[in-house]
């Protein structure tokens, strides 16, 4: 879930990173699903936190919030602030199908934010990066070859951010509560209609590699779906 997914996320951990060495975590895209969850696991682990998104959102535990028009203009509390950035548009289809200006307005924007002086900065890109839609493992030294716009910029800007020495991890889908309601499984059942959950799981395989208990817990998500008969889900109305 996105909780268990924060470590993976934000690629440095309080012990690498210590309160001496940081006085504030601030997390971009802070509505959004993966960005919640980490602002959340770092607040609780006692970090100071600083949430940064394009509207208000409420935090439990509280953390300062600030609401930016665009993240290139948001400006590190300190010299030591650690960046997690997560601010990025997650719809692979419209920004595939959009022109190669694409790259460069992720890029520059990515540039500005980055030329504002921040001590440390996590990127988190996306394994599309790798090309391919076979759900497989994959390495951080294995060859990369991006298809379509959106895995280009990924590309792009993993590149910025590892020349100035800050870190990148790489996501295929995350599940867990909250997460946004045009996920895999949502396409899936939009597709096909109520599904029993053995085909439900089938299909999602196809696409993603993730655990079969993941796939079941989230279909107790009763915010997206609801069960229609004997061990069968579909979308809730």
């Given at each position: 879930?996105?909780?268990?997914?924060?470590?993976?996320?934000?690629?440095?951990?309080l012990?690498?990173?210590?309160?001496?060495?940081?006085?504030?975590?601030?997390?971009?895209?802070?509505?959004?699903?993966?960005?919640?969850?980490?602002?959340?696991?770092?607040?609780?682990?006692g970090?100071?936190?600083?949430?940064?998104?394009?509207?208000?959102?409420?935090?439990?535990?509280?953390?300062?919030?600030?609401?930016?028009?665009r993240y290139?203009?948001?400006?590190?509390?300190?010299?030591?602030?650690?960046?997690?950035?997560?601010?990025?548009?997650?719809?692979?289809?419209?920004?595939?199908?959009?022109?190669?200006?694409?790259?460069?307005?992720?890029?520059?924007?990515?540039?500005?934010?980055?030329?504002?002086?921040?001590?440390?900065?996590?990127?988190?890109?996306?394994?599309?990066?790798?090309?391919?839609?076979?759900?497989?493992s994959h390495?951080?030294?294995?060859?990369?070859?991006?298809?379509?716009?959106?895995?280009?910029?990924?590309?792009?800007?993993?590149?910025?951010?590892?020349?100035?020495?800050?870190?990148?991890?790489?996501?295929?889908?995350?599940?867990?509560?909250?997460?946004?309601?045009?996920?895999?499984?949502?396409?899936?059942?939009?597709?096909?209609?109520?599904?029993?959950?053995?085909?439900?799981?089938?299909?999602?395989?196809?696409?993603?590699?993730?655990?079969?208990?993941?796939?079941?817990?989230?279909?107790?998500?009763?915010?997206?779906?609801?069960?229609?008969?004997?061990?069968?889900?579909?979308?809730?109305?």
């Amino acid at each position: 879930n996105g909780q268990r997914a924060t470590s993976q996320v934000i690629g440095i951990s309080l012990r690498r990173i210590s309160k001496a060495e940081s006085d504030v975590f601030v997390v971009t895209g802070a509505s959004g699903f993966i960005a919640r969850a980490v602002t959340a696991a770092l607040a609780r682990q006692g970090a100071t936190v600083m949430a940064a998104s394009r509207r208000g959102t409420n935090f439990d535990p509280p953390v300062k919030r600030v609401v930016v028009k665009r993240y290139a203009e948001l400006q590190p509390p300190s010299a030591d602030s650690v960046l997690i950035h997560l601010a990025e548009p997650r719809d692979i289809v419209n920004a595939d199908r959009s022109s190669e200006a694409y790259i460069a307005e992720r890029t520059v924007m990515l540039a500005e934010l980055l030329a504002q002086g921040w001590g440390h900065v996590v990127y988190v890109s996306s394994s599309a990066v790798y090309g391919g839609d076979n759900p497989v493992s994959h390495s951080a030294d294995e060859v990369v070859s991006p298809h379509g716009l959106y895995a280009q910029a990924k590309l792009a800007c993993e590149r910025q951010i590892l020349a100035r020495g800050g870190a990148v991890a790489r996501l295929s889908n995350v599940y867990g509560p909250g997460m946004a309601p045009d996920n895999v499984i949502a396409d899936i059942l939009r597709a096909h209609g109520a599904l029993e959950r053995g085909k439900i799981i089938a299909e999602v395989l196809k696409v993603r590699q993730v655990k079969k208990i993941t796939i079941l817990l989230n279909l107790k998500n009763k915010e997206l779906f609801e069960r229609v008969g004997r061990g069968a889900y579909g979308l809730k109305k």
